[in-house]
């Protein structure tokens, strides 16, 4: 490291390229520096925590500087404290005040230059309507008026299941793209055709892909929209910056993205559930008899198209005996962790298991 973060309080990760990378891509960006930082310094997780915490409070600022916003600050990053601390007041270190207005100062230098983001990124539609309006087709649309979903086939042999209240205006697809819009919910079974990208406009959000399933959330006046990838892949847009050389987010199956347009920022992570995915071969069947505690993870990462970190030595001598089955993906890793004394969180789209010693 070339600088000695070892020596790093709260304020200075805060002004920290590395850690804004880290923070703003909810853990997507950076994450194996800082998986080895957190190894190599475990006593600096209390001033990470409380970094982390009052970047989070940048997330509750409005569009442009209120009255009382350096109270408001405040409040947020003092409330931010006593949750990131949990160690009672007396045991506490005396901490002196000038960091925490220091540390609040920084955040407003940080929300100033997402003030003026926001200006730039609501300069294109994104409301359903007005998206729907500026199309250069005629377009027909669906409003999803009963309790249950209701299944659209398009012209090319896509199928949309849309979700009760949802709305989906579509055409006959007579370009070189293929465009529909969406309000609300829907799951996209998507027919392959690489000469024709598949595109859904959604509100703050745009999904572009060529064959493969996904479900889109994006509610019109609603803040947060989310993309999750059942098979294939995508790459989603902020609403406005389609080929304006913003870096799309790319998505492969089990994965997802919350896109909040209080932030303009896209939080990419796993699903709750994560399945097998196609293209691996038969379903496994997870029945392990004295398996090397590394392959059986080796074989999780491969059927479900995850990325699961830990320490080989730890694991060296580990074998286990267990049939796993059908249980859901993270059961399995509960019962693996629980088996060698180990523990796993998950960073982002990456599995990171920790500590474990076997002596089995």
């Known amino acids: 490291m070339s600088k000695n973060y070892g020596d790093f309080k709260a304020e200075d990760f805060l002004t920290d390229e590395r850690f804004r990378r880290w923070v703003a891509s909810s853990g997507q960006e950076e ?5 080895d930082f957190q190894a190599q310094y475990p006593h600096k997780s209390g001033e990470l925590r409380l970094a982390r915490a009052m970047w989070a409070s940048l997330h509750e600022m409005q569009d442009q500087p209120e009255p009382g916003l350096r109270e408001k600050v405040w409040a947020n990053v003092s409330g931010a404290i006593d949750e990131a601390e949990p160690e009672s007041i007396a045991e506490r270190p005396a901490r002196p005040l000038y960091r925490w207005w220091m540390a609040a100062a920084a ?6 230059l997402t003030w003026n983001f926001r200006r730039t990124f609501r300069d294109e539609p994104v409301v359903y309507r007005e998206q729907v309006s500026v199309a250069s087709v005629q377009l027909k649309e669906t409003i999803n008026a009963t309790p249950k979903e209701q299944t659209i086939r398009l012209s090319d042999g896509s199928t949309v299941q849309l979700k009760p209240g949802s709305k989906l205006s579509y055409s006959s697809f007579p370009g ?11 799951y996209f079974d998507v027919a392959k055709n690489p000469a024709k990208p598949f595109i859904v406009y959604a509100g703050r959000i745009v999904v572009q892909v060529v064959g493969t399933s996904f479900r889109v959330t ?7 929209s989310k993309v999750t990838v059942m098979s294939g892949k995508v790459k989603v847009f902020a609403a406005g910056t389609v080929g304006k050389g913003k870096e799309p987010v790319f998505l492969v199956p089990n994965q997802q993205v919350v896109f ?11 699903v709750a559930q994560p399945v097998q995915v196609g293209g691996t071969g038969e379903a496994k069947e997870f029945y392990f008899d004295n398996t090397s505690v590394k392959d059986v993870l080796h074989t999780i990462e491969a059927a479900y198209g995850v990325t699961i970190r830990y320490d080989n030595a730890a694991f ?10 059908d249980m859901p993906m993270f059961r399995k890793l509960d019962i693996i962790c629980q088996t060698v004394g180990a523990t796993y969180e ?12 076997c002596d089995l």
């Open 346 to 357: 998950v960073f982002g789209t990456e599995i990171v298991i920790t500590g474990g010693a």
């Open 176 to 186: 070189n793209q293929r465009v529909v819009y969406l309000d609300g919910e829907g």
């Open 31 to 35: 994450a194996e520096f800082w998986t």
């Open 107 to 112: 955040i407003l230098i940080v929300g100033g």
């Open 260 to 270: 909040d347009a209080n932030t303009s920022v896209f939080a990419k992570g796993l």
């Open 218 to 224: 994006s509610n019109t006046g609603k803040i947060k």
């Open 316 to 325: 060296e001598s580990c074998k286990l005996t267990a049939p796993l089955g």
